[in-house]
């Protein structure tokens, strides 16, 4: 019988840790083991969790005696963890009552990486239109495909790279040294995800949206730091290298991919007018320029905002319309 390994990352989560809790506890397949790290809480998030595993044995808590961030806590996880597979939840998210069951059945299938989908909802629960926000809707085939394919379809905008969405085998991560860079709070579901694809021998895909992804204002997505955009460069060098060692024919597929992420790292620079690297911003601006002409009269296409965000890059203007808004919010601040 299969085993399902939870890992949650919790941090200040005391608000939405029962639910999250609770949506695993009511599961309709009950062989799974819940492992909670506590990433140094200032708030009740340790309370609550250590209440909820006193009452059932098959949720664990692990407490980090200083905050080390996502990718840590996400590794202790995995470290700790004694399931078949390992299943990525964020501490303010829930799954579905038929989650894991459906997930077990396709595993069933001899697979190694199964990838779920996903619907948007407010801190109150109520559902969220994917566009609203910018997010797109999964393309999964209908068929199993092998890492391979799994990864095109990833690199090809076809699939996203969240970590709640793939659940994997444990052996896969184990044996190919798959862990969440160290110290990246941005970024890191990206540097990791590919890997997971790559080395699993059968991928397969659940249509039905048995996650739910919870977005607050308050969340790391929403609130860039200057940091962000060297975090998510780091991440473009490891992907251009894994590329180049093990899938050259994905090469432009691979532009398509990384594009829009070299130019939010830009983007995050220029949110931050008095503090801008200008020489990392010329470098991100040159590999914008070079991986566009690559992907210059192919079946690639970029977002019409990606299109606009690359002619004001391209003539050295997107930096001045953002220091533009950040003076405009500056002035509504001293009103």
Known sequence: MVKISIVIPAHNVETFIKSTLNSIKKQSY?????????????DNTEKVVRDFCNQDNRFKLINFPENKGVSEAR??????????????????DCIMNTCLSNVVA??????????????????????????????????????????KEAVKLLFSHKISHWS?????????????????????????????????LFYSRKVAFLDEKLYVYVQRGSSAMH??????????????????????????????EKSFYILPRLINAYSIQCKFPNKQNINFMSKLRNEILK???ILKNTEFHLSRRDRLKISLIKYRLLKYIYLLNFYRHKGKESK
């Open 223 to 252: 609130n860039h730091r200057l940091q962000d955009s060297e975090n998510y460069y780091s991440g473009i060098l490891e992907l251009n290298e894994f590329v180049k060692k093990n899938i050259p024919s994905l090469e432009r």
């Open 164 to 196: 709640f969405e793939t659940i994997v085998r444990r052996t896969v991560l184990e044996r190919n040294n798959i862990l969440f860079p160290s110290g990246r709070a941005y970024g890191e579901d990206f540097a990791t995800i590919y890997k997971e």
């Open 291 to 293: 991986n566009t002409k």
């Open 106 to 147: 396709k595993i069933e299938e001899g697979i190694d990486a199964v990838l779920i989908n996903y619907q948007l909802a407010d801190s109150d629960g109520n559902s969220i239109d994917l566009k609203k926000l910018r997010f797109f809707e999964e393309q999964f085939p209908t068929q199993n495909v092998s890492g």
């Open 30 to 42: 009950d062989n799974f083991e819940v492992i909670i790290v506590n990433d140094n809480s200032t």
């Open 75 to 92: 590794n202790a996880g995995i470290k700790h963890s004694t399931g078949d597979f390992v299943f990525f939840i964020d501490g303010d």
